[in-house]
């Protein structure tokens, strides 16, 4: 059965992320991270946006990619997953997300997380 057969199963996503030369953040903690990371689909029926990752999977490649109290911008923030794990690895975030469905959506999540974190 093709995947175009199961709506259910997302295709494959691929995300690469490289960062090198003398101002590229490398972390100095002593957590050996591995090449590639295992993390559990966003299913399609909890999903806010069509392309929604899981926020332990950015959240696992912002603290490799930029430093404890550090900014992440996304220019693209659809449902606010990245905001998430940016509060999960203590990094502070600016979001611009175009479509005002998306943005409210975001918008709402953010603010039901930060009810729950105090």
Do not use: W
Request: hydrophobic fraction near 40%; proline fraction near 9%.
């Amino acid at each position: 059965m093709s995947r175009r057969a199961r709506p259910d199963l997302a295709p494959p996503t691929r995300l690469i992320i490289a960062a090198r030369g003398k101002n590229a953040y490398h972390p100095t903690d002593g957590i050996l991270r591995a090449d590639v990371l295992r993390c559990k689909a966003t299913r399609p029926a909890s999903r806010v946006h069509p392309v929604e990752k899981p926020a332990d999977m950015l959240a696992a490649l912002i603290e490799a990619i930029s430093p404890p109290g550090g900014i992440i911008v996304d220019p693209f923030m659809g449902s606010g997953t990245t905001r998430e794990a940016c509060a999960l690895s203590g990094r502070r975030f600016i979001g611009v997300e175009f479509a005002p469905r998306y943005f409210d959506r975001a918008c709402d999540r953010i603010s039901a997380a930060q009810a729950t974190q105090g």
